[in-house]
């Protein structure tokens, strides 16, 4: 009887830990080796061949954000995030967590057409991904910026949504892309977190503040396309911008290089 209880409290005890993981979707790593057990055989590729294969700089942020990277290994191109250029004391601190984070969070929303692929952890300070091949919108032609592509801009937000998952860094257009093909997709989830644990409302506001991301976008391309709807939520949503305070990480803006250039291999 005494083994019966434990067991029950025992269950009951996981089953409230569950609920309140803020990052529910890690439980699916466990079903994968964690990349810091891994032989660095068995990784796509380690920091030594990432330092020496041909590298563009796409993004050098500032004191408290990574250098995005593109690199070309073994045939395919790749994109690192990396701390281990800024103070040792943010790359150990902030960096790390960061890196945690964001892994976890695309291994939650693996799968989905229009991530980021494939994402693995090259060391405490790094993370890598699939590169996704297309062009930040706000590089797009307006007339390409259709009703059509927005839409599906949408349901690509409410299928991360429907992961437990919210971006919120979508107002900007370096953050959205169009691919070649056409269709949208979404890259830099440093700043999302998981909603699952949180209650319905704070869930419902927050996705919402990711939806008005795209109607805002929407709306200086084609606002007769988006219906009453879409309209009066992002009306309603604007009155609440004034009390968003967040600007960037710690409050520092990330620099973006003019165009993309080489980065020298040692």
């Not at 068995?42 to 294969?53: G, I, K, S, V, Y």
């Not at 830099?188 to 209650?199: C, E, K, L, V, Y």
Request: glycine fraction near 6%; aromatic fraction near 10%; proline fraction near 6%.
């Amino acid at each position: 009887m005494i083994g019966v209880k434990s067991t029950a409290s025992l269950g009951r005890r996981k089953a409230v830990e569950a609920k309140w993981d803020n990052f529910p979707c890690r439980r699916q790593r466990y079903a994968q080796p964690d990349d810091s057990q891994v032989p660095d055989a068995l990784l796509p590729f380690d920091r030594p061949t990432f330092q020496h294969a041909p590298r563009t700089l796409l993004r050098d942020g500032r004191w408290a954000n990574a250098r995005v990277e593109r690199a070309e290994i073994a045939g395919r191109r790749w994109v690192i995030k990396d701390f281990a250029p800024r103070a040792w004391w943010v790359r150990n601190s902030i960096g790390r967590l960061f890196v945690r984070r964001e892994l976890a969070t695309l291994r939650c929303l693996h799968g989905i057409d229009g991530v980021p692929p494939d994402a693995f952890r090259l060391d405490a300070h790094a993370i890598a991904f699939g590169y996704i091949d297309g062009e930040t919108l706000g590089r797009v032609e307006a007339e390409k910026q259709t009703a059509e592509y927005f839409a599906a801009l949408e349901t690509l937000l409410r299928e991360i949504h429907a992961r437990g998952i919210v971006h919120l860094d979508t107002r900007g257009t370096g953050n959205v892309l169009m691919r070649t093909n056409g269709t949208p997709a979404l890259i830099d989830f440093q700043s999302a977190i998981a909603t699952r644990w949180m209650p319905a409302s704070w869930r419902r506001f927050l996705e919402q503040v990711d939806l008005t991301g795209v109607y805002k976008k929407w709306l200086q391309r084609d606002p007769a396309s988006m219906g009453p709807e879409r309209t009066a939520l992002n009306e309603r949503m604007l009155r609440w911008r004034r009390f968003w305070v967040l600007r960037g990480y710690a409050g520092a803006r990330k620099t973006h290089p003019a165009k993309a250039r080489p980065t020298d291999a040692p």
